[in-house]
């Protein structure tokens, strides 16, 4: 695979300083203007995977902190802790993905299931035996999806539950709505409660 370059996009100039013309300015003063944004732009400047990462963790934490709040806000009776982090890809820096919740639930056929819920800058098939991603589609979407978890029994990481469905897979979606619909209708304690959501 080809090795990404990324760089530093310049920043936008002021709309007045770009409609002045220098040569003109020159003919009725006299003087040569020595502010910044009348000379050359700075050369192009490449970004460091690292850099490149850090800028993709802080937005997906900002979308991480966002959808909390949101998913927080719907009832008082739902509740989810903060806990927020972010990956990103290794080859590639300015896609990842981030933690926002977890929690458990029980479903018809399993009892306590821990799961957790995340947002990803890309589009992907999820649930694969090898790497958990696959058919990487760099569009400009979002991806909402919550995964069955459990503790390994010798690091004690929690790693995805393939018992419950075969990828560990609750749900997936490009839509917000329907992913706050289906975060809270996990997280929903009694039958009263999940008839509250549905109408939403």
């Known amino acids: 695979m080809q090795k990404l370059r990324y760089y530093a996009?310049?920043?936008?100039?002021?709309?007045?300083?770009?409609?002045?013309?220098q040569h003109t300015e020159f003919l009725r003063t006299g003087r040569i203007s020595r502010s910044r944004e009348d000379w050359l732009a700075d050369e192009r400047r490449y970004l460091t995977y690292e850099e490149v990462a850090e800028r993709t963790g802080?937005?997906?934490?900002?979308?991480a902190e966002t959808t909390h709040a949101r998913i927080n806000a719907v009832h008082r009776d739902i509740r989810f802790p903060k806990l927020i982090f972010?990956?990103?890809?290794?080859n590639s820096p300015h896609l990842g993905y981030?933690?926002?919740?977890?929690?458990?639930?029980?479903f018809a056929q399993y009892a306590d299931v821990r799961w957790a819920?995340?947002?990803?800058?890309?589009?992907?098939?999820?649930?694969?035996?090898?790497?958990?991603f696959d058919q990487i589609r760099q569009s400009y979407a979002r991806m909402y999806f919550a995964v069955a978890m459990k503790p390994e029994a010798e690091t004690k990481a929690m790693a995805?539950?393939?018992?419950?469905?075969?990828n560990g897979l609750?749900?997936?979606?490009q839509d917000p709505q329907e992913a706050l619909r289906n975060v809270l209708m996990l997280g929903a304690r009694n039958?009263?409660?999940r008839k509250i959501i549905q109408k939403l």
Do not use: M, Q, W
Request: charged letters at 25%; one cysteine or more; hydrophobic letters at 40%.
């Open 9 to 21: 996009s310049p920043k936008k100039s002021d709309a007045k300083a770009l409609a002045k013309a």
């Open 58 to 63: 802080k937005r997906l934490e900002a979308a």
């Open 86 to 90: 972010h990956r990103t890809l290794n």
């Open 98 to 106: 981030c933690h926002v919740t977890a929690a458990r639930t029980n």
């Open 117 to 132: 819920f995340y947002i990803a800058n890309f589009v992907a098939e999820l649930g694969g035996s090898d790497s958990f």
């Open 160 to 166: 995805i539950d393939r018992t419950v469905r075969e």
């Open 170 to 173: 609750l749900f997936t979606t």
């Open 191 to 193: 039958a009263e409660l």
